[in-house]
T-cell receptor, first 111, second 114 residues
């Protein structure tokens, strides 16, 4: 499969804690993106990290990319109940013209 | 901009009926994607267009599925005849410039085939 795989599949934390999700992929990429999907809604783009970048921040989000290990992590700091959603990584693979989405991590933040 | 618009939001039909899903991409976007999401298979790319031309339809599951993009502001995904296993949420997404950049998703159409 060309899809990425997220780990863990599900994560439950208390409000205020940090949440870390991981994504592994198999091929060479141009960039890796993270998306959020609230229940019953479409996916929303969160952040994009290019293959020559190692870390990127956006508000409470921190993304790392290790191309040697073909892996990425998404850290959400000081989580809120509103962060409850599914999170997907998507890779823009070298030579391909579309994104390949992972299987997702279901995050539950308990108030 | 209103974002990507999909209609209908929900569709319930009986096996064997024709189903047509509609999508209006964000104005100015030149890539349009159709995805299907199920619990079992996750998010699957069905087909995508660039400048109204189908580029890759290898994800279309069967000949029962067809997609068209007659102009830059409208696309349809048709299933004929529909089967219960087609029940899923179908998303349309669009992007600008390159397919590997940020995609903007519509709210989806939840299809139930009885």
């Amino acid at each position: 499969s060309q899809q990425g795989e997220e780990d863990p599949q599900a994560l439950s934390i208390q409000e205020g804690e940090n949440a870390t999700m991981n994504c592994s992929y198999k091929t060479s990429i141009n960039n890796l993106q993270w998306y959020r999907q609230n229940s019953g809604r479409g996916l929303v783009h969160l952040i994009l990290i290019r293959s020559n970048e190692r870390e990127k921040h956006s508000g409470r989000l921190r993304v790392t990319l290790d191309t040697s290990k073909k892996s990425s992590s998404l850290l959400i700091t000081a989580s809120r109940a509103a962060d409850t959603a599914s999170y997907f990584c998507a890779t823009a693979q070298t030579g391909a013209n579309n994104l390949f989405f992972g299987t997702g991590t279901r995050l539950t933040v308990i108030p | 901009d209103a974002g990507v618009i999909q209609s209908p939001r929900h569709e319930v039909t009986e096996m064997g009926q024709e189903v047509t899903l509609r999508c209006k991409p964000i104005s100015g976007h030149d890539y349009l994607f159709w995805y299907r999401q199920t619990m079992m298979r996750g998010l699957e790319l069905l087909i995508y267009f660039n400048n109204n031309v189908p580029i890759d339809d290898s994800g279309m599951p069967e000949d029962r599925f067809s997609a068209k993009m007659p102009n830059a502001s409208f696309s349809t995904l048709k299933i004929q005849p529909s089967e219960p296993r087609d029940s899923a949420v179908y998303f349309c997404a669009s992007s600008f410039g390159l397919a590997g950049v940020e995609q903007f998703f519509g709210p989806g159409t939840r299809l139930t085939v009885l």
